[in-house]
């Protein structure tokens, strides 16, 4: 489905309102309960990058903004490396409501949210999609035709692909997810170094 560029306002806030109403899931249940929001993603409509991390954390659903906490700041750090400024790349997730204690998200909560990223890519329409972490890009890979080319992350990292999207050819750089720096903090470099293939 390709999207028509003119309302992209009224699409990305009609996805909203599904996540927000989508009952079936116990994320949302436990969202609910704790009285905390979806995130759903915040930037440029027209960004010619876009970021998709795994699953917003605590500091993410208390604002319903993603990546607001220390993995945020990492993010923002590597992207003034490259002379990025935040408001003009759009940042979202796969998982739109946070796994609780910060785990994992389960494949069937991937399963559940993926159809609202896959409508997020096709209304942004990026030249460049950027998975950070394992969960993304594994899931990217194989919904864009890319499943022969995955390996883990330690492998790929900083390699760009070719991926097919229903406005086009899109470039797919898979990268570390921020949070890495903050466990290891030689790995910053790693990031940064990684960061330097968005330059375009």
């Given at each position: 489905?390709?999207?028509?560029?003119?309302?992209?306002?009224?699409?990305?806030?009609?996805?909203?309102d599904?996540?927000?109403?989508?009952?079936?899931?116990?994320?949302?249940?436990?969202?609910i309960?704790?009285?905390?929001?979806?995130?759903?993603?915040?930037?440029?409509?027209?960004?010619?990058?876009?970021?998709?991390?795994e699953?917003?954390?605590?500091?993410?659903?208390?604002?319903?903004?993603?990546?607001?906490?220390?993995?945020?700041?990492?993010?923002?750090?590597?992207?003034?490396?490259?002379?990025?400024?935040?408001?003009?790349?759009?940042?979202?997730?796969?998982?739109?409501?946070?796994?609780?204690?910060?785990?994992?998200?389960?494949?069937?909560?991937?399963?559940?949210?993926?159809?609202?990223?896959?409508?997020?890519?096709?209304?942004?329409?990026?030249?460049?999609?950027?998975?950070?972490?394992?969960?993304?890009?594994?899931?990217?890979m194989?919904?864009?035709?890319?499943?022969?080319?995955?390996?883990?992350?330690?492998?790929?990292?900083?390699?760009?692909?070719?991926?097919?999207?229903?406005?086009?050819?899109?470039?797919?750089?898979?990268?570390?997810?921020?949070?890495?720096?903050?466990?290891?903090?030689?790995?910053?470099?790693?990031?940064?170094?990684?960061?330097?293939?968005?330059?375009?």
């Open positions: 489905m390709v999207v028509k560029n003119d309302n992209r306002i009224e699409l990305l806030r009609k996805i909203k599904e996540v927000v109403g989508l009952k079936e899931s116990f994320l949302c249940q436990e969202r309960k704790n009285g905390v929001f979806p995130v759903l993603g915040e930037g440029n409509h027209y960004a010619e990058i876009m970021f998709i991390g699953a917003p954390g605590k500091n993410e659903v208390a604002t319903g903004r993603p990546f607001c906490g220390a993995s945020g700041r990492v993010l923002d750090e590597l992207l003034a490396h490259i002379s990025l400024d935040r408001k003009n790349v759009y940042v979202t997730n796969i998982v739109k409501d946070r796994p609780p204690l910060n785990r994992d998200p389960r494949q069937e909560e991937i399963d559940l949210y993926a159809s609202f990223l896959d409508r997020q890519i096709s209304v942004i329409q990026p030249k460049v999609i950027v998975a950070l972490g394992r969960f993304s890009m594994e899931y990217l194989k919904r864009f035709g890319l499943k022969n080319e995955l390996d883990s992350i330690g492998k790929i990292h900083g390699r760009k692909f070719e991926m097919k999207t229903d406005y086009g050819t899109a470039k797919f750089i898979p990268l570390y997810h921020p949070a890495v720096a903050l466990y290891n903090a030689k790995e910053k470099d790693t990031l940064k170094k990684d960061f330097e293939v968005l330059i375009i």
